[in-house]
């Protein structure tokens, strides 16, 4: 079957530029995940949701970042106003239920310019 | 606060060469998962462990819940093994409800 699927693949953007970041996670997959990775290092946790509500979102860095999942399948992260330092690869994850294994999208590589 | 350590960040190996991987957390683990990443590619799932040992081909995890320690073994190892790997956590009862991930391991096998 299709595995978690994100769009765009990549995006560039100017300093102070709205941006969303779409992910598609596998059917029937109710907990879904948002992680940020930066050049060099390991992933970081943004934003949790089971169904369609964020369950856990201390991983956003400020309020600028926002995420949304109206109808508990697609996610968007949103990020507003933005900076060079958030130049990253942002990644998608889903699994059937919070604690299961996780199924990671192909991420979507940010640049900032 | 919850983390997760590895050693070590980089390793190079010759082909054959038996292949371990350390990871240390911290207390409030519900499971332990190690991941591998190619250059430029997703993240794939290899295993997610709580307790004792799991095997899957020439890959082997272990976990060792007294002394907050994993490690991934990688027997006759092969140049298609490189790769980063990462260990990671889902800690239970406070933190982040996401993965809590170490740094990685940057494994090159040489033929």
């Known amino acids: 079957g299709a595995g978690v699927s994100q769009t765009p693949s990549n995006k560039v953007t100017e300093k102070g530029k709205y941006v969303e970041l779409r992910c598609d996670p596998i059917s029937g997959h109710t907990a879904l995940y948002w992680y940020r990775q930066s050049l060099g290092q390991g992933p970081e946790f943004l934003i949790y949701f089971q169904g369609t509500g964020a369950a856990d979102d201390s991983g956003l860095p400020n309020d600028r970042f926002f995420a949304v999942r109206p109808e508990g399948s697609v996610s968007t992260l949103k990020i507003q106003r933005t900076e060079r330092g958030d130049s990253a690869v942002y990644l998608c994850?889903?699994?059937?239920?919070?604690?299961?294994?996780?199924?990671f999208g192909p991420g979507t590589r940010l640049t900032v310019t | 606060k919850n983390e997760v350590e590895q050693s070590p960040q980089n390793l190079t190996a010759q082909e054959g060469e038996f292949i371990t991987i350390n990871c240390s957390y911290s207390v409030g683990i519900s499971a332990l998962h190690w991941l591998q990443q190619h250059p430029g590619g997703g993240i794939v799932s290899l295993f997610m462990l709580s307790s004792g040992k799991k095997k899957h081909g020439r890959l082997i995890a272990t976990i060792n819940i007294q002394e907050k320690h994993s490690s991934l073994h990688i027997t006759a190892s092969h140049p298609r093994d490189s790769a980063v790997y990462i260990c990671?956590?889902?800690?239970?009862?406070?933190?982040?409800?996401?993965?809590?991930f170490g740094k990685g391991t940057h494994l090159i096998i040489q033929p």
């Open positions: 990671a956590a889902t800690y239970s009862g406070g933190g982040a409800d996401g993965l809590t």
């Open positions: 994850a889903s699994s059937p239920w919070w604690g299961a294994e996780q199924y």
